[in-house]
């Protein structure tokens, strides 16, 4: 999908990705996946194995030398095979987070856990209950207790927040007598089996191959050794991590769109009414043209923030603009390619319709279109008052 932006060893992986699905993401399977709320074991194993299984991990921890812009490519990929939200998307962002986060100790239990399981062994929990939007607003907290670290607070919407054994978790740093690390984000990674620690699951009514769930601290007793990273890189690390979260939530979307739009135009040429095939109504022409049109202005817009990042320039901007425009835009195809379905795009006897639910969950995560709008409109005053 991204084909021109990558080199030909880019190139090469994202045709592993198509390979990959193509052997294991039969309709069958990915409705099953649905249903059952996650992938087996041996298709999670089957993935570790290939040559994508530590994408998101750098080279020097197994993860293959690519570029920002291929492993959305890579992710899109795969989205587009199982024309579902997929687990790889997930774990490609725990991944990513947790390099960025985890020293020597941490990230050898990370991999040891990973090559193990052949799943992430700690999920994110960032999103406060009550004000998920306010990324510094949090409630939850650790403070001191007679000597001891405590954490307190309730996070939501957390993806496999049931199901893994750690949970990589933030919080405002109450710990020391200072505005500036009051103010900074902490994250911690806590084993799940801590005392104090529960989860609830949360019932989602798309993107249901991974499941959600509230997490709830009560007093939980930390150890110095599970902080991550250090309070004076926390708010840099931070807002790295909303950038390729962005990307990332973006690769699912385009994934998904293009699924929708090679659906779309198959079934527009193989039904007939009247010995016309319906692509050939004008008004079903304008949808697919629509179509085509977004899915380029996606791409451009994924390719322009993934260089942006790698670039080191104008990220904020570039991140904004794109989150705010592919998940909706995914969405706004999906519904197309249910309309040319007529009534069958609104059964599951296509997929068209649980691409669109997919869509619609990727304008929330990791930052909501509105919340994209107050970036985006703030960078643009400030990069023209520049000028
Ligand atoms: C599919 C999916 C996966 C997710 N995965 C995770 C995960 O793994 N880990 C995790 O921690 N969280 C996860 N989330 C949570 C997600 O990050 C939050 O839902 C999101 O940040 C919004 O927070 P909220 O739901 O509390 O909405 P609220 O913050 O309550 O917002 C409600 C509404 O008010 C708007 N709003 C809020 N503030 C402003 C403002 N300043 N200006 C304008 N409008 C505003 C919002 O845009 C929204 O429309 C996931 C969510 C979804 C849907």
């Known amino acids: 999908m991204f084909s021109d932006y990558l080199t030909e060893s880019e190139r090469q992986l994202v045709e592993k990705a ?32 290939s040559d994508l299984g530590y994408l998101g991990f750098s080279p020097e921890r197994g993860g293959p030398d690519v570029s920002y812009t291929a492993q959305i490519a890579i992710l899109a990929e795969l989205t587009k095979s199982a024309g579902a939200i997929m687990p790889f998307q997930s774990q490609l962002l725990d991944f990513q987070v947790i390099s960025r986060f985890a020293n020597e100790e941490q990230m050898n239990m990370i991999l040891k856990r990973y090559e193990e399981t052949s799943r992430p062994c700690f999920c994110t929990a960032i999103s406060d209950a009550g004000s998920g939007s306010d990324a510094l607003g949090y409630r939850t907290t650790v403070r001191k207790k007679d000597g001891k670290l405590v954490l307190s607070g309730e996070k939501v919407f957390v993806a496999n927040g049931q199901h893994t054994p750690y949970i990589m978790v933030s919080a405002k740093d109450l710990t020391e007598e200072s505005d500036f690390i009051s103010a900074m984000p902490s994250f911690w990674l806590i084993p799940s089996s801590c005392e104090g620690v529960s989860a609830l699951p949360i019932n989602k009514i798309g993107q249901k191959i991974i499941p959600f769930a509230a997490l709830r601290f009560d007093n939980v007793e930390l150890k110095p050794e599970w902080r991550l990273g250090t309070p004076y890189q926390a708010l840099s690390q ?6 390729i979260g962005r990307c990332i939530i973006c690769a699912g979307s385009v994934g998904l769109a293009q699924a929708a739009f090679d659906d779309a135009v198959h079934h527009a040429n193989a039904r007939k009414i009247r010995d016309r095939r319906i692509g050939d109504f004008q008004q079903i022409g304008l949808m697919l043209t629509e179509m085509n049109s977004m899915l380029i202005n996606m791409k451009a817009h994924i390719n322009h923030a993934c260089r942006s990042i790698e670039q080191g320039s104008g990220a904020k901007l570039a991140v904004a603009l794109m989150k705010k425009y592919v998940p909706a835009t995914a969405g706004e195809v999906a519904n197309r390619a249910m309309q040319i379905f007529g009534g069958a795009g609104y059964t599951d006897s296509s997929r068209v319709g649980r691409i669109w639910i997919d869509c619609r969950g990727s304008q929330y995560a990791v930052g909501t279109d509105q919340i994209m709008v107050n970036i985006a409109s703030r960078a643009i005053l400030d990069k023209y008052a520049e000028q």
């Open 238 to 243: 931070f807002q790295s991590i909303l950038d």
């Open 18 to 49: 198509r390979v990959f699905g193509e052997e294991h993401f039969t309709e069958e399977n990915v409705s099953r996946w649905y249903k059952e709320g996650g992938i087996p074991g041996d298709v999670a194993e089957a993935y570790r194995c």
